[in-house]
């Protein structure tokens, strides 16, 4: 295979990956709390085929692209009003903690209700814990919620506890999970004092679908281009093995 082609099918190959972030943050335009995710390239170099690249200037080289991570837009999304009473939005650099069976887990997505025994809890099942990384409960027939700015629970006038809030240092190093969670290496950090907790709201997607379609757009142009030269140099390929036939 000739060096165009190498070129060609490296470059589909980071289109594809490219494709398939742009299509997740498309397919989840309505999660939320979801935030987008762009994938990041690199270019690395190789010596051409019969050519060993001597000299320090890159020169009888080729530069090939490779994807090798995603970053991920911590721009908050739109707030969207519902006033369900435990329904929760996070107004700054923060993230509720719940407690799942593997451990301790963090989420932007703030839709949570009471199960059968009072607990408050995600849409998974897993409990949302308070600053002594205790499940906050309420009556099960409680409809006087109130959770205030600073993320105390009342059920009617009894305090049922504090939310806890936590904050990460860089939020690229956390690694996303479904149900719109996530795991971190690093242990978290108290959230800033000036986050705060809005009841009967929730953090819609940051997703813009018009820029994820325009750049839908871009990719499918980019990857028709590169197809093209792969056309034209095995079309290239068999024009010159039909040549050698002849003459042979």
Do not use: W
Not at 3 to 15: C, D, K, M, V, W
Not at 51 to 58: A, L
Not at 65 to 90: C, F, N, S
Request: glycine fraction near 10%.
């Amino acid at each position: 295979m000739e060096n165009p082609s190498y070129l060609a099918i490296s470059h589909q190959h980071a289109l594809r990956r490219q494709m398939e972030t742009v299509a997740n943050n498309l397919a989840n335009q309505n999660t939320t709390g979801f935030r987008s995710e762009r994938l990041l390239f690199a270019s690395y170099l190789t010596n051409k085929a019969g050519n060993p690249g001597i000299g320090g200037d890159g020169a009888g080289r080729l530069a090939f692209v490779e994807g090798i991570g995603t970053y991920r837009d911590t721009r908050p999304g739109q707030a969207v009003k519902t006033e369900a009473p435990l329904d929760m939005m996070v107004a700054g650099n923060a993230y509720f903690v719940v407690d799942t069976p593997v451990g301790q887990r963090f989420t932007r997505d703030g839709n949570f209700r009471l199960d059968s025994n009072g607990t408050i809890v995600n849409s998974e099942g897993f409990a949302l814990l308070d600053q002594n990384n205790q499940p906050l409960r309420l009556n099960p027939n409680e409809t006087d919620i109130e959770v205030t700015k600073q993320g105390e629970i009342f059920g009617g006038t009894n305090r049922v506890g504090r939310i806890r809030l936590v904050s990460f240092p860089d939020e690229q190093a956390l690694t996303r999970l479904g149900g719109g969670l996530y795991s971190s290496t690093v242990d978290p950090v108290p959230a800033d004092p000036r986050a705060e907790v809005h009841q009967g709201m929730l953090e819609g997607s940051n997703v813009v679908s018009v820029n994820e379609l325009t750049q839908m757009l871009d990719i499918v142009r980019r990857y028709e281009s590169a197809q093209k030269i792969l056309d034209s140099e095995h079309q290239r390929a068999l024009k010159a093995i039909g040549t050698l036939a002849r003459v042979a």
